[in-house]
C-alpha cells in the first residue's frame, strides 16, 4: 500500500471509530478526516403577501416556533434538504431562493442556513408528531416561545437583511452580528 493510501485508510478508521462512539450520543454527529463536524441545517424563510414570515410550531421539545427547515441528511443539498422539510413540515412546495443569511451555535456545534423561498405549489397537510400548526407572521405578533436562534434568523428576514453572519450565544439570550447588515 502507498504511504497516501495508508494514511487515508487510517483517518476512514478513526472517522468511523469516532462516528461509532458518538452514535449513541447524538445521530448528527458526522466525520470529515478524523474530525468531527457540526450539524448542519437550512431554514426557510417564505413571505406572504403582506410581508409576513412563515412561522411552524414544534409539537416536541420546547413546541416553540421557529421557520420551517432542519437538517441536511448525509448526501442531500442544502437546497433539496430546504425544499423537503418544507413540504413534510407544511405541504408547501417551495424553489429556494436568496442566502439570507448563516447563523452559528458554537456551544451546540451547530450550523443553520436561512435561505428565503418562493412558493410553486401546495399538497394536503394537517398536522402531526413533528409540527402543531403554522401561520404568517409580522415582527411586531412573533409568536412565543421562540428561541434566541429562530428570532434571530426571522428578525433579519422579516428587516430584510442578507448577508448575514451570527454567532448566537444561548447563554446570553443575545445573538451577536459579525458580519452583514445588508436591508
Not at 30 to 51: E, K, S, Y
Not at 142 to 156: C, F, G, K, Q, Y
Request: glycine content about 8%.
Amino acid at each position: 500500500m502507498a504511504p497516501n493510501t495508508s494514511l487515508k485508510r487510517a483517518r476512514e478508521i478513526k472517522c468511523q471509530a469516532q462516528t461509532f462512539a458518538c452514535t449513541p450520543l447524538s445521530s448528527t454527529v458526522r466525520c470529515h478526516q478524523g474530525n468531527i463536524l457540526p450539524t448542519f441545517g437550512v431554514f426557510a424563510a417564505i413571505f406572504d403577501d403582506d410581508g409576513r414570515i412563515l412561522c411552524v410550531r414544534l409539537n416536541y421539545g420546547s413546541r416553540g416556533w421557529t421557520t420551517p427547515g432542519g437538517r441536511v441528511e448525509p448526501g442531500e443539498s442544502p437546497f433539496d434538504a430546504l425544499a423537503r422539510e418544507v413540504v413534510e413540515e407544511t405541504g408547501l412546495e417551495v424553489e429556494p431562493g436568496e442566502l439570507l443569511g448563516v447563523y452559528g451555535k458554537p456551544q451546540d456545534d451547530d450550523v443553520v442556513l436561512s435561505v428565503r423561498a418562493q412558493i410553486t405549489g401546495r399538497r394536503a397537510w394537517q398536522p402531526n408528531d413533528e409540527i402543531a400548526e403554522f401561520g404568517y407572521f409580522a415582527l411586531d405578533e412573533l409568536p412565543e416561545p421562540m428561541s434566541v436562534a429562530a428570532r434571530a434568523r426571522i428578525t433579519d428576514a422579516l428587516e430584510g437583511r442578507s448577508s448575514v453572519l451570527r454567532v448566537v450565544d444561548v447563554s446570553t439570550s443575545r445573538p451577536q452580528r459579525l458580519r452583514g447588515d445588508n436591508p
